[in-house]
């Protein structure tokens, strides 16, 4: 994960701020551990059957 933000005067008297959130920068691939199969006769037991997010970036601007 990464955060990364920025502050700057503005026109007016007022402020600009601008952030950039990003979740799971690299893309790799995170495993759900809430879907591990449990049941001892499936086949896949203990394995994790779905993947958690990928890459996700939030953008924000704030003038005050």
């Given at each position: 994960?990464?955060?990364?933000?920025?502050?700057?005067?503005?026109?007016g008297?007022?402020?600009?701020?601008?952030?950039?959130?990003?979740?799971?920068?690299?893309n790799?691939?995170?495993l759900?551990?809430e879907s591990?199969?449990?049941?001892?006769?499936?086949?896949s037991?203990g394995e994790?059957?779905r993947?958690?997010?990928k890459r996700?970036?939030?953008?924000?601007v704030?003038?005050r």
């Amino acid at each position: 994960d990464l955060s990364v933000t920025w502050n700057a005067a503005a026109v007016g008297g007022r402020h600009l701020g601008v952030m950039v959130n990003a979740y799971n920068l690299f893309n790799t691939t995170n495993l759900d551990p809430e879907s591990v199969t449990r049941f001892q006769g499936s086949p896949s037991f203990g394995e994790a059957v779905r993947a958690l997010p990928k890459r996700q970036i939030e953008l924000g601007v704030q003038i005050r």
